[in-house]
């Protein structure tokens, strides 16, 4: 049953300000202030502790995932693999994330989900696939791992102090802040992040060209780098296409774009192209989704199947071809306008010493070999305390040598244990360390035998400590430390590369193959814009054509798919596109709305569209004000891609009539009223400027304007012959000159 609430005057008041200061107060803050104190704190941990990597190439969730892994022993050859919920579960001890997140990151580590060009972790089970989206790896229940044996590259000495360790998030074990890593991993494998207002995408290098190029620099800073180090080799293979400008920038840099095509075979056999090879950054399933909407856009008709057939042997992606394709033809097509060829950005942001930082192969290496020369110091200053301390001992040693029976005889007469120490430090004249040592030598051990063998070190460990004191003191022999190093990595690890290489001329040659199709087509233009474009056969089976109310077809081609279209609008620009441009439409649909398909200035509406394949003939403008221009064809044609050509013809006077013409015809002209003239254009010379206000071809009588012009055939010429022109000299110019006048001027 519910306590009833108590109402009496006697009940306890909970007064909350009693308990927190200012509370229920409203404070002003500055945005920018609660910005800082808030937001910055954040933004600086994902930057520093998540999201970019260090100068050995690991983010915190690598290092902290390995780094338990060799804790566990799974760096041991004849361990087993260990289960890899084991692992996680073991990493959450340095890594407060969900088990969840560290299974995604031990994924893109290991062999089989085959993301690094060199696997740090050797792998049993269903672990995906980085070049598909939907391989999906299976619960870390199922999976086992182990470390691969170029983790003892990374862990090298890790006991000897060459790096600094730090508490974990709870206090309770310690971990490394940095891997020693004997090779440049950072640019062996990628790697990739996204912090907060910035990211790092690193791309592979072959191990064999970073560790030569690294002995390189080391020796020779001036090292030109694109020598020995050809270009990135990603773990999928591929070919990388080779302008060696921007591998240049990249190296120098550290941004960039590097672009990588796939790999293609084709079965005569099959008629079929097979892709056993993609870039690094996409997925099968992208690739299948664009050839897909390609396919039904109508922009590939020569493929006729696609699909995915991937399988324990490894990628797989099998295009099948219509009768009498050409394979090449196709696959440069499929380059352009599918993942098939993709860019992988570079941008080689690092954290050096907490601070995130953009730098080109040259800094990078520069850099991690001032962090190897400092894990060597380290190293060699530990191994020399300890042989120090070693010799320290053994010097204790040589005095009981002289005689044993003394230090005996010391032990037996003492009294008190807390005294043997101090009586063998007086009696041998050494300090409490080596007393101690002493004193711990078992009975059976203190014989002369036994005493001369530990002695005989002695010479060796002053050897040794005067080596590593020399190596402290002399940078080049620090350094001849990692070129041995790295020289030993190479042979040991090195592979050959797997992304070859495609150079830039070759893929010029092929871009400037023009492989769209060519079929017959016909082309509609309506009085009000629209266009359409539609195969012979479609129209042979088309009933009645589709427009808007009150709309009209104004104009008709034939033409073929490759034809240029030059669309004037009643603003004297020029909108220039192709025919394959446009989808192939049917007689039962309204087409394209020309404005808006290529995108008209505001108000700007269709005056008239001519098509072409070689930009022969004139067209000839024809102004209110009695005027005509006569501009060639090719003064549209452009050399570059551009889709927008302004003052296509003067604008000046408004446009009466626009004609095209392949050879010189006759012209029948109309005023508003009510004349006529006839006339060839043979009369007119051609102006090579666009904008040209053009010749005086008729004379208006006042307020009147011309407003038509159009040819006239072979049949309908004699009607018209009344109206033929005669042509009168300008200023007083002879007859015969006429032809060569900017003036001409016709009877009306």
Request: net charge neutral; glycine share 4%; hydrophobic share 35%.
């Amino acid at each position: 049953m519910a306590r009833k609430k108590d109402t009496s005057k006697n009940a306890p008041v909970f007064k909350h300000e009693a308990y927190i200061e200012g509370s229920g107060s409203v404070v002003d803050q500055q945005i920018t202030d609660v910005l800082k104190s808030n937001y910055m704190p954040y933004a600086m941990s994902v930057i520093i502790s998540r999201a970019l990597p260090e100068i050995d190439g690991f983010k915190p969730s690598h290092r902290k995932l390995l780094y338990m892994m060799y804790k566990r022993g799974l760096l041991n050859p004849d361990k087993e693999r260990s289960k890899s919920a084991n692992v996680v579960g073991e990493t959450m001890k340095l890594n407060p994330h969900g088990d969840q997140a560290i299974y995604e990151t031990m994924v893109r580590l290991t062999r089989g989900n085959e993301s690094l060009l060199h696997p740090y972790i050797d792998s049993k089970g269903n672990f995906g696939k980085q070049y598909s989206s939907k391989t999906r790896y299976a619960a870390s229940r199922y999976t086992e791992v182990k470390l691969e044996k170029i983790c003892n590259e990374l862990f090298r000495d890790i006991d000897r102090d060459t790096v600094d360790f730090v508490p974990n998030y709870d206090n309770t074990m310690q971990e490394p802040t940095l891997l020693p890593a004997t090779f440049p991993t950072v640019l062996v494998n990628s790697n990739t992040g996204i912090a907060v207002s910035m990211a790092s995408n690193v791309c592979p290098f072959n191990l064999a060209e970073i560790c030569e190029t690294t002995i390189a620099l080391m020796k020779n800073p001036e090292h030109d780098i694109l020598s020995t180090l050809k270009g990135p080799d990603f773990p999928g293979g591929g070919f990388l296409l080779y302008d060696e400008a921007e591998l240049n920038n990249v190296y120098e840099t550290g941004r960039g774009s590097i672009k990588i095509r796939s790999k293609y075979s084709y079965d005569k056999s099959s008629n079929c192209i097979e892709i056993t090879q993609i870039p690094y950054t996409t997925t099968v399933e992208a690739i299948l989704s664009k050839i897909f909407e390609l396919i039904k856009a109508g922009k590939i008709r020569e493929i006729s199947d696609a699909r995915d057939e991937t399988d324990i042997n490894g990628l797989k992606l099998t295009i099948d071809l219509k009768r009498g394709q050409d394979p090449d033809k196709i696959m440069q097509k499929l380059f352009r306008l599918t993942p098939l060829q993709d860019s992988y950005p570079c941008n080689f942001n690092i954290l050096i010493a907490g601070t995130p930082k953009v730098m080109g192969v040259r800094e990078i290496l520069t850099e991690w070999t001032a962090f190897r020369e400092e894990c060597v110091k380290r190293r060699t200053y530990f191994d020399l305390q300890k042989k120090k301390e070693k010799l320290h001992l053994l010097e204790a040693l040589s005095k009981i040598l002289l005689d044993i029976d003394k230090a005996i005889k010391i032990i037996r007469e003492t009294e008190a244990e807390s005294d043997v120490v101090p009586n063998l430090m007086i009696g041998f004249g050494i300090d409490e360390i080596q007393a101690e040592y002493v004193a711990e030598i078992k009975l059976r051990n203190i014989n002369r035998q036994y005493i001369l063998r530990r002695i005989e070190e002695v010479d060796q460990l002053r050897k040794d400590i005067a080596e590593m004191e020399d190596i402290l003191s002399d940078r080049k022999k620090i350094r001849k430390i990692i070129i041995d190093e790295l020289k030993e990595v190479a042979k040991n690890y090195g592979q050959p590369r797997r992304t070859l290489f495609y150079y830039q001329s070759d893929v010029e040659d092929e871009d400037n193959i023009d492989d769209t199709p060519d079929y017959p087509v016909n082309l509609f233009v309506s009085g009000s814009g629209y266009f359409k474009k539609i195969t012979p056969q479609s129209l042979r089976m088309s009933g009645e054509q589709k427009l808007k109310e009150g709309d009209y077809i104004s104009q008709t081609f034939e033409a073929t798919n490759k034809t240029d279209l030059i669309f004037f609008s009643d603003k004297a620009q020029v909108y220039k596109s192709k025919a394959s441009a446009f989808d192939d439409s049917k007689a039962s649909l309204m087409g394209d709305y020309i404005p808006a398909k290529l995108n008209f200035d505001e108000g700007e509406n269709l005056r008239m569209l001519l098509p072409t394949t070689d930009y022969s003939g004139h067209v000839i403008f024809f102004f209110e004000n009695g005027k005509a221009a006569k501009i060639p064809m090719k003064s549209y044609e452009t050399k570059t891609n551009r889709k927008k050509l302004q003052k296509a013809y003067s604008d000046k006077s408004p446009l009466a009539a626009i004609i095209f013409t392949a050879e010189d015809v006759d012209i029948l002209l109309r005023t508003s009223t009510g004349h006529a003239l006839v006339f060839n254009t043979a009369m007119i010379l051609p102006k090579n400027t666009r904008d040209s206000q053009g010749v005086q071809v008729i004379t208006l009588r006042k307020n009147a304007v011309l407003t038509s012009a159009a040819i006239i055939s072979e049949e309908e010429a004699p009607e018209f012959e009344k109206y033929r022109a005669k042509a009168v000299p300008a200023a007083g110019k002879p007859a015969k000159e006429l032809g060569d006048s900017n003036q001409l001027s016709f009877l009306e």
